[in-house]
């Protein structure tokens, strides 16, 4: 069984500050995903990344794949409360049809 | 397009009771999928279909049945409800031609089961 692990579970912070949220595993995946999910709502795919290294920047959202394709992190810069929700990273086996989740980072960005 | 769209937004039942959640998609995507949402325990694959008349068992799929007899259509029945099947479950759809195949899912609004 494919397990990913996020730290932290929980974030509180100003608007304005940086955070990296981190998603780790003892596996190698496919492709990695990350999701974000508002409060009564279904998780929104943010990106993908499938290279060993790969870095992708989507406004002031960065994520990094690790090189061995076992770890990942996403990076926000100068966060705003519209980031606030519950971050979500998934990712995809050799099967491709069975995507695992990690439980999740749970950000609030306070005005 | 409305996406994926999920039936009923709430549902109560009592222990022994059945009933069908609805999901349907308008984007002909091949790849359907139903997961379960609890606290702590993040999202679980219940079963997928890779198309109309294919379905396969994820992560947690005993007390759950599903079919899939249309590409737009995959409705999840729950057989004999259970207070440990009390979710918020969520129905997703993939075309599998993303950078990530079948791993970039649309996902529904979710419905949110209580078993009494």
């Known amino acids: 069984t494919q397990l990913l692990e996020q730290s932290p579970q929980f974030l509180s912070i100003q608007e304005g500050e940086n955070l990296t949220v981190y998603c780790n595993s003892s596996?190698?995946?496919?492709?990695l995903q990350w999701y974000r999910q508002e409060p009564g709502e279904g998780p929104v795919l943010l990106v993908t990344?499938?290279?060993?290294?790969e870095v992708k920047k989507l406004k002031r959202l960065t994520f990094q794949f690790g090189d061995a394709r076992k770890d990942s992190s996403l990076h926000i810069t100068a966060a705003q409360p519209g980031d606030t929700g519950l971050y979500l990273c998934?990712?995809?086996?050799?099967?491709?049809?069975?995507?695992?989740f990690g439980k999740g980072t749970l950000l609030t960005v306070n005005p | 397009n409305a996406g994926v769209t999920q039936t009923p937004k709430f549902q109560v039942l009592k222990t022994g009771q059945s009933m069908t959640l609805q999901c349907a998609q308008d984007?002909?995507?091949?790849?359907m999928s139903w997961y379960r949402q609890d606290p702590g325990m993040g999202l679980r694959l219940i079963h997928y279909?890779?198309?109309?008349?294919?379905?396969d068992q994820g992560e947690v799929p005993n007390g759950y049945n599903v079919s899939r007899s249309t590409t737009e259509d995959f409705p999840l029945r729950l057989l004999s409800a259970a207070p440990s099947q009390t979710s918020v479950y969520f129905c997703?759809?993939?075309?599998?031609?993303?950078?990530?195949?079948?791993?970039?899912?649309?996902f529904g609004p979710g419905t949110r089961l209580t078993v009494l």
């Open positions: 279909s890779v198309g109309a008349g294919i379905t």
């Open positions: 596996s190698v995946f496919s492709s």
């Open positions: 998934a990712g995809g086996g050799g099967s491709n049809y069975k995507l695992t």
């Open positions: 984007m002909n995507h091949e790849y």
């Open positions: 990344v499938v290279t060993g290294g």
């Open positions: 997703a759809s993939s075309s599998g031609r993303g950078t990530g195949g079948y791993n970039e899912q649309f």
